[in-house]
């Protein structure tokens, strides 16, 4: 029998990526996501033996349980949960940000995150399974304009440890991956659709890929039983460091 991993946020950059390189590997996987056409889109190119796809907001506690409860047989067990669907909005300054983006990437981040966990964590146990948390090089680099999304992702890799503390024992693997710069429909979310300002922000910086991210999920999933990857930190060669900002009077 195959394994089974859930993968949120797979209609796009790097949980499709993940979804395409675990059913290569022979894995089965529950595709989720809002896109209910992109997700139709990777059953028909890999398969409906190989994903399912589970549309719903993840934002939506119900339409999460209803999507849960409605898992086919072959998709129950899951072996694998791939917290990955997330969202920067906005680059401003926290004095001109806005609420809503603030508040909506906390329901996405946060909470949406932990009410999925909660709710796959008897089955990740009784199967000694493992979590994939997706956070970022912003839960511990503060940058102008990364307020709100740091936050969120510092919570990700904290809560990833601390679910490690609380897992003791039981056989479930929990790892933070946390990547910097990678091109996928990010930036184009984080500006609300301005194109020109995602190709300017990766032109010529030679980033990392979805791909680059998916291998990186698959091998944490298929080390063995006895090794836990607790936090990965991922960057593109062409990204570093900048000193710290002074201002002067
Ligand atoms: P994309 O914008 O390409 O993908 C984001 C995914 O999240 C989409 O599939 C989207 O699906 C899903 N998603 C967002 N909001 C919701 C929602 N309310 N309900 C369900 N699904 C939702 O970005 P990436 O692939 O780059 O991002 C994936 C993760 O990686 C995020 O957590 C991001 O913060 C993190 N990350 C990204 C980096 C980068 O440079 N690209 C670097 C570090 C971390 P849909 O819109 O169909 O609902
Ligand atoms: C995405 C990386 O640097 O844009 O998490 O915050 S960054």
């Excluded at 190989?50 to 086919?72: N, S």
């Excluded at 909660?118 to 979590?131: C, D, F, W, Y």
């Amino acid at each position: 029998m195959s394994r089974v991993a859930l993968v949120t946020g797979a209609s796009s950059g790097f949980g499709r990526a993940t979804v395409e390189r675990f059913v290569a590997g022979g894995w089965r996987v529950v595709a989720c996501g809002r896109r209910a056409e992109r997700l139709q889109a990777l059953v028909d190119a890999l398969g409906p033996g190989k994903v399912h796809a589970a549309a719903f907001d993840i934002r939506d506690a119900d339409a999460m349980r209803a999507a849960l409860d409605a898992l086919p047989d072959d998709f129950r067990g899951i072996d694998l949960l791939v917290n990955n669907a997330g969202l920067a909005l906005g680059t401003r300054p926290a004095q001109e940000a806005s609420l809503d983006d603030w508040r909506t990437m906390i329901e996405t981040n946060v909470t949406a995150l932990v009410t999925l966990t909660h709710a796959l964590l008897p089955t990740l146990i009784e199967r000694r399974g493992a979590i994939v948390n997706v956070s970022s090089t912003a839960a511990k680099y503060p940058y102008t304009g990364g307020n709100v999304y740091g936050g969120t992702k510092a919570f990700v890799s904290q809560f990833s440890l601390n679910l490690r503390a609380d897992l003791h024992g039981t056989g479930v693997r929990v790892t933070a991956v946390e990547p910097g710069m990678a091109e996928t429909e990010f930036t184009l979310v984080r500006t609300h659709g301005d194109q020109a300002a995602s190709d300017a922000l990766y032109a010529g910086a030679d980033p990392m890929t979805a791909a680059d991210i998916a291998d990186t999920i698959w091998w944490i999933a298929n080390l063995p039983p006895h090794l836990n990857i607790n936090r990965i930190e991922l960057m593109p060669t062409t990204q570093s460091f900048a000193g710290f900002n002074v201002h002067r009077s």
